[in-house]
């Protein structure tokens, strides 16, 4: 069984510039959540869709982030304009059911923002 | 306020030997518990989950323990092996169980 797939491993921006996630979750999950992670930090949520429903993007910062998943599978997180704090690792992962006992994680994004 | 606190040192055992790692967290009732694996690079993969009304879970050389009167879960890792070092996370779902929290994590190094 695929896991969830992430594209690129990483990505360089210089600041001011807009930079996209795309997530695969694995299919039959509903539910996709994206996360970023500091170094020496655990992740933090940002976005939790059901199916194609946003329910929680209570900690996503609204002004710059986005998020969509049209079709409730796949899913797209944008920054613009990036800023140095975005640095960080971006992490998709998927669980069956909210609330669903685990979540499977992709790799990760590593972002840097010059 | 709310946290959750793991150990932000590294913890260095010899093989063979059995590694505890904690998780203390304050002002949450979660409905259950959960440890997580990180390696470098990589997101966190699920090890063991521990409800609330359970005090101990084991699955092969590891064991949980939840004390929810002490806030606390302890996670260990018997006749360790170099293959265990990695970053451990506990996470604690909370929110009704919609929403997972992650604590710092800790990095196990296990020396030969």
């Known amino acids: 069984e695929a896991g969830v797939v992430q594209s690129s491993r990483y990505k360089i921006i210089e600041k001011k510039q807009p930079v996209a996630f795309w997530c695969n979750p694995i299919s039959g999950h509903n539910t996709l959540y994206w996360y970023r992670q500091n170094l020496g930090q655990g992740p933090e949520l940002l976005i939790r869709y059901e199916n194609e429903e946003a329910v929680d993007d209570s900690q996503l910062p609204k002004d710059r982030f986005s998020a969509e998943r049209l079709k409730g599978v796949d899913s797209t997180l944008k920054i613009q304009p990036a800023e140095l704090g975005d640095s960080a690792v971006y992490l998709c992962?998927?669980?069956?059911?909210?609330?669903?006992?685990?979540?499977?994680f992709g790799p990760g994004t590593r972002l840097l923002v010059l | 306020s709310q946290k959750i606190e793991q150990n932000s040192e590294a913890l260095n055992i010899q093989e063979g030997k059995t590694a505890t790692l904690t998780c203390n967290y304050t002002?949450?009732?979660?409905?259950?518990l959960q440890w997580y694996r990180q390696d470098p690079g990589r997101g966190p993969v699920f090890l063991l989950l521990?409800?609330?009304?359970?005090k101990e879970k084991r699955k092969e050389r590891l064991k949980v323990t939840f004390d929810t009167t002490l806030k606390q879960s302890l996670f260990h890792i018997t006749a360790s092996q170099p293959a265990d070092s990695a970053t451990y996370l506990c996470a604690l779902m909370t929110g009704g169980g919609n929403k997972l929290t992650f604590g710092t994590g800790t990095q196990l190094k296990v020396e030969l």
């Open positions: 521990i409800r609330e009304n359970e």
């Open positions: 002002n949450y009732s979660p409905a259950y």
């Open positions: 992962a998927s669980s069956f059911i909210t609330g669903g006992e685990t979540q499977y």
